[in-house]
């Protein structure tokens, strides 16, 4: 059995698990190209809440890849930001992930992105942090989709529960045997509520922390 291990704090998007709409559109998010990308209101395929959004690629030629993108998010520069959403993500034809475009008063200043989905039949969990540019003070969230090189060039996905904010707190903690650590790779160093800690995943792309001489797992992506 395995649980979400991690609590967001303060997540900074409005309608973040896409519970408000307005008719097709959704509230607190613009669908950036409602032909080419269609984004519909899901209420069977959802992880979170009673709805999600089932984000389509229509057109197989259309080069488009952002289709929901948040309102516009008031940060500060200089901070780390996490970010991330839930994907039901099968269709071996697309594959989605969450980008973050900085700005400075709409002048843009770069971008996050996470790791890409997977096709993975359930939902998994697609996350990553940035630090915000020192000058930065505004931030977008924009949930992609792309299509993989052969054709349909066509396909769907579903996605719940989207997040950005400056912190999160591990709630469960899951006995591991500290043995089994040099099997791990990707070995990443970040900020965690102050403390300096480890990030990692293994082969099978369950992500892990560790915090002095603990292991804490984090998250498994399906
Ligand atoms: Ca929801």
């Known amino acids: 059995m395995f649980f979400l291990l991690f609590l967001i704090n303060q ?3 409005l309608n973040p698990s896409f519970e408000e709409w307005n008719g097709d559109s ?15 209101k899901e209420n069977d395929t959802v992880y979170n809440g009673n709805f999600s959004v089932k984000i389509m690629k229509s057109s197989p030629t259309t080069d488009l890849r952002d289709a929901l993108i948040s309102d516009t998010v008031i940060i500060n520069g200089g901070t780390y930001y996490y970010f ?4 039901w993500d099968n269709d071996p034809n697309i594959y989605a ?34 630090k915000a540019p020192d000058t930065a003070n505004q931030a977008l969230f924009k949930i992609r989709i792309y299509p993989v090189d052969t054709l349909p060039r066509t396909g769907f996905y579903f996605c719940d529960y989207a997040f950005l904010s400056t912190s999160f707190e591990i709630k469960e903690k899951i006995d591991f045997e500290n043995k089994k650590f040099k099997e791990f790779k990707n070995f990443q160093s970040f900020n965690l509520a102050g403390q300096r800690v480890k990030f990692f995943k293994n082969k ?3 992500y892990f ?7 804490k797992k ?4 399906w």
């Open 11 to 13: 997540n900074l998007l």
């Open 26 to 40: 959704i509230v607190h998010w613009k669908i950036a190209h409602p032909n080419a990308l269609p984004c519909i």
């Open 84 to 87: 991330g959403a839930y994907f």
């Open 97 to 130: 992930k969450i980008q973050i475009n900085w700005y400075k008063n709409g002048n843009y200043l770069g971008y996050g992105d996470t790791p890409t989905t997977q096709d993975i039949n359930g939902w998994q969990f697609i996350w990553s942090y940035k």
């Open 204 to 206: 099978k792309g369950i």
């Open 209 to 215: 922390i560790k915090i002095g001489k603990e292991i």
């Open 218 to 221: 984090l998250i498994k992506l």
